[in-house]
């Protein structure tokens, strides 16, 4: 079942003769796909980011083959505009391009037409090459409420890399901020608040590292609730003093 649009011209003139047409939803693609290279029995996600994000005509495509949730695959539509597609056990029948792409309908007939289309390449490396390791571990830590915080794991190898916080998967922000140097891969948080408090994963394919971070006051923080405390005290000494 669809949503019917109807237009209704009422007092119709002969001067108004004319073809009216009923244009698609526009949609924008805000992130772009990347490649990535893993070996056999990886997982990997891909995602990207389209606006308006509450669009539902969106498909995954492996190479020309229509791609739906099932156990080795899973295709999710999240908050903001993001979808993602996850392959599992990677084989080499999943070598080849990923597309992402926004289908609308042509008014009248039974045809679709691509409007926007985002692509990446799959690479399975065959060679017995040895999977990644995680050389330098994520450490658990203490930020400052309102500081920035670096989280840091490096890896035998460069690899395709993805951040977790409780289990959920991250996204570049305006406060998080992904990146990546050789083998070693970043998490950046600027502007510390109680909520970034957590444990957070670096995973790199089959091996991952995790910390938890813990999120305390600043001094002034502390000044206020040092002040309260006296305040506290002091009204409940003078009140005993009254009593006597």
């Known amino acids: 079942m669809g949503t019917m649009h109807s237009l209704t011209i009422k007092k119709l003139r002969l001067s108004e003769f004319c073809l009216f047409r009923l244009a698609g939803q526009k949609v924008v693609i805000l992130d772009e796909l990347e490649d990535v290279e893993c070996l056999e ?114 890896t035998s190898k460069p690899c395709h890399i993805l951040w977790y916080k409780d289990g959920c998967l991250m996204w570049n922000s305006s406060r998080y901020f992904t990146s990546r140097l050789g083998c070693e891969a970043r998490l950046t948080i600027r502007e510390v608040c109680k909520t970034d408090a957590g444990v957070y994963e670096c995973s790199a394919g089959s091996v991952t590292t995790r910390a938890a971070v813990a999120v305390k006051g600043t001094n002034r923080d502390l000044f206020v609730t040092c002040l309260l405390w006296v305040e506290h005290f002091c009204h409940t000494f003078e009140t005993h003093t009254l009593r006597l």
């Not at 309908?105 to 690479?123: D, E, I, K, P, Q």
């Open 41 to 154: 029995g990886d997982t990997v996600t891909f995602r990207c980011r389209i606006s308006p994000s509450d669009y539902a005509g969106a498909k995954w495509y492996l190479d020309e083959t229509l791609l739906y949730t099932n156990e080795l695959n899973e295709i999710q539509v999240l908050s903001g505009g993001f979808h993602t597609l996850t392959f599992k056990q990677l084989a080499r029948k999943d070598t080849g391009t990923i597309s992402f792409a926004v289908k609308l309908r042509s008014l009248g007939f039974n045809v679709y037409f691509l409007s926007h289309l985002t692509c990446a390449v799959l690479h399975l490396l065959m060679t017995p090459e040895r999977r990644p390791t995680i050389c330098k571990s994520l450490e658990d830590c203490e930020a400052i409420e309102g500081g920035g915080l670096i989280l840091s794991c490096v």
